[in-house]
């Protein structure tokens, strides 16, 4: 079955950066879109980015030009670089199927931005 293993998160001060990691297995993931989504308290789960099999990239306008996703296939994970990270960007990500995610979600990994 699909797992989803997150992980990298983390506090750091506004303008700092963070690299989130995901180790997916149970699927075939070379040939699967892949995502990282984010939800902070109280409000709904977002998508943040998302990479095709292809490698083609969507952003949400929100983090556009300050996050890159990447895939690397032959280890089957998927990153989110994060860059001038603003505390609005505080939340627990996930990563998912990119566009269309599994109803099973991983446990997340926690970023904080305060100072």
């Known amino acids: 079955q699909v797992q989803l293993v997150e992980s990298g998160g983390g506090l750091v001060q506004p303008g700092g950066s963070l690299r989130l990691s995901c180790a997916a297995s149970?699927?075939?993931?070379?040939?699967?879109?892949m995502g990282w989504y984010r939800q902070a308290p109280g409000k709904q789960r977002e998508s943040v980015a998302a990479?095709?099999?292809?490698?083609?990239?969507t952003y949400a306008d929100s983090v556009k030009d300050r996050f890159t996703i990447s895939r690397d296939n032959t280890k089957a994970m998927v990153y989110l670089q994060m860059h001038n990270l603003k505390p609005e960007d505080t939340a627990v990500y996930y990563c998912n199927r990119g566009f269309a995610p599994w109803n099973y979600w991983g446990q997340g990994t926690q970023v904080t931005v305060s100072s």
């Open positions: 149970g699927m075939r993931f070379s040939s699967t879109a």
């Open positions: 990479i095709t099999s292809g490698g083609t990239t």
